[in-house]
């Protein structure tokens, strides 16, 4: 069974600094794609930045580009999300996200491409 276990959301003041880790089980980092997804109650899922792990190449959406770096750590099994220069309008529920790839070595921001999900941490940017 795939587990995926998100920690590290905490309440941080605009402009801070947050890492969430993304620790999985029973899947293994082998050419597939890692993503972390946010969502506002209300609103749709969104796509933040996926990795592709047989490779390293990412994917990260306008909004966050340049501000947050998704990464990998394959001894550990783990996918980070390094979340710097926050404002307010990131603060949201991320989940990790696994699934397979569907373009080569190059991995999409859409939910449905993504089996696999976690419970979710949640971020909160206020001052």
């Known amino acids: 069974e795939v587990q995926l276990v998100e920690s590290g959301g905490g309440l941080v003041q605009p402009g801070g600094s947050l890492r969430l880790s993304c620790a999985a089980s029973?899947?293994?980092?082998?050419?597939?794609?890692m993503a972390w997804f946010r969502q506002v109650p209300g609103k749709e899922r969104e796509g933040v930045a996926a990795?592709?792990?047989?490779?390293?190449?990412?994917n990260h959406a306008d909004s966050v580009k340049g501000r947050f770096t998704i990464s990998q750590d394959n001894a550990k099994n783990t996918v980070y999300l390094k979340l710097s220069s926050l404002k307010p309008e990131d603060t949201a529920m991320y989940y990790c996200?696994?699934?397979?790839?569907?373009?080569?070595?190059?991995?999409?921001?859409?939910?449905?491409?993504?089996?696999?999900w976690g419970q979710g941490t949640l971020v909160t940017v206020s001052s």
């Open positions: 996200a696994a699934g397979d790839t569907q373009a080569g070595s190059w991995c999409y921001l859409d939910d449905y491409d993504y089996g696999t």
């Open positions: 029973g899947w293994t980092f082998n050419s597939n794609c």
């Open positions: 990795i592709y792990t047989g490779g390293g190449n990412t």
